[in-house]
């Protein structure tokens, strides 16, 4: 029972409380070196870190590949912020899970009498 509630623990822990918000193209900074998702005209998907961007070129970095996209191929652009709320509703459903299952394992073992 104690590997389960750890292993439970490294979970909330280490968990992703990331979203991708839609902004502006022209209104991303490129100096935080920031993780932003792509869609372009066509339907294609791609995520990476913003490298360069100018008014024709928008350039990420995905896993040491350099991808430039051309701005007229952009349809919506999404950058990655925490999330304060996904984070703390996360957290307090697992931690009422894990009671839930440590209550459960103690009935069904007879401590709580």
Same mark, same amino acid.
Request: hydrophobic share 45%; net charge positive.
């Given at each position: 029972?104690?590997?389960?509630? =750890? ?27 920031? #993780?932003?998702? =792509? ?7 791609? #995520? ?37 709320? #996904? ?12 009671? =839930? ?13």
């Amino acid at each position: 029972m104690k590997k389960l509630s =750890v292993l439970l623990s490294f979970l909330i822990l280490f968990q992703s409380c990331f979203s991708y918000k839609t902004v502006d193209v022209n209104s991303i900074a490129i100096d935080k070196k920031q #993780k932003i998702e =792509v869609k372009g005209v066509g339907g294609t998907n791609m #995520k990476g870190t913003l490298v360069f961007k100018n008014e024709q070129i928008l350039t990420l970095d995905n896993n040491g590949q350099l991808q430039k996209i051309p701005m007229s191929e952009i349809y919506e652009v999404k950058v990655r912020k925490f999330s304060f709320f #996904k984070t703390a509703g996360v957290s307090l459903i697992s931690l009422a899970a894990i009671g =839930v299952l440590l209550a459960a394992s103690a009935l069904a073992l007879g401590d709580l009498n």
